[in-house]
Antibody, heavy 119, light 108 residues
Framework: EVQLVESGGGLVKPGGSLRLSCAAS????????MTWVRQAPGKGLEWVSF????????YYADSVEGRFTLSRDNAKNSLYLQMNGLRAEDTAVYYC????????????WGQGTLVTVSS | SSELTQDPAVSVALGQTVRITCQGD??????GSWYQQKPGQAPILVIY???SRPSGIPDRFSGSSSGNTASLTITGAQAEDEADYYC???????????FGGGTKLAVL
């Protein structure tokens, strides 16, 4: 069974940092691109970042470019999102998801982790 | 504003057919995917590559695309289909992904 489990969310002050993790199991993690999607309270889905299976390609939404860094450790079946310079508008549930074919079809999602940026 | 446009809300009578649409120029080049999200839950992929269904998704869900519009059709809507539905696709660069604003489906 495919499972994605996010962790690392919490309350942080504006300008602070958090590192989110996503532990994957039930599939060959190293064969799949992965992505983070967030959802602000009461709002829609927003794509955040993508990383290819071998980390050769990493892309970011304009809203987080330069502040967030996505990485992965295929030996540990884990995905990491380092978030620096956090702003109130980064408050959201953050989901990690598997990219089924590398073209933006996300076939498995974690349960999400809440990040709250507030003073 | 989202580069993929969806109607904010749509309603359908129980057992009837409903079409949810998603418009955007990038849909002329890239296929869209569709996601169902119920309150408090993570999204679920229901359609990808225009009209492919992941295993476990009922065949009352189907997808189509024409020009700049992708559509999700639910034939014989059930009470459990009441949810938010989002489309997504690659953006004009091909490297980013964009989601539509979402459509809240009410099954009456």
């Amino acid at each position: 069974e495919v499972q994605l489990v996010e962790s690392g969310g919490g309350l942080v002050k504006p300008g602070g940092s958090l590192r989110l993790s996503c532990a994957a199991s039930g599939f060959t993690f190293s064969s799949y691109s992965m992505t983070w999607v967030r959802q602000a309270p009461g709002k829609g889905l927003e794509w955040v970042s993508f990383i290819s299976s071998s980390s050769s390609y990493v892309y970011y939404a304009d809203s987080v470019e330069g502040r967030f860094t996505l990485s992965r450790d295929n030996a540990k079946n884990s995905l990491y999102l380092q978030m620096n310079g956090l702003r109130a508008e980064d408050t959201a549930v953050y989901y990690c998801a598997r990219d089924k074919d590398g073209y933006g079809s996300f076939d498995y999602w974690g349960q999400g982790t809440l990040v709250t940026v507030s003073s | 504003s989202s580069e993929l446009t969806q109607d904010p809300a749509v309603s359908v009578a129980l057992g009837q057919t409903v079409r949810i649409t998603c418009q955007g120029d990038r849909l002329r080049r890239y296929y869209g995917s569709w996601y169902q999200q119920k309150p408090g839950q993570a999204p679920i992929l229901v359609i990808y590559n225009k009209n492919s269904r992941p295993s476990g998704i009922p065949d009352r869900f189907s997808g189509s695309s024409s020009g700049n519009t992708a559509s999700l059709t639910i034939t014989g809507a059930q009470a459990e289909d009441e949810a938010d539905y989002y489309c997504n696709s690659r953006d004009s660069s091909g490297n980013h992904v964009v989601f539509g604003g979402g459509t809240k489906l009410a099954v009456l």
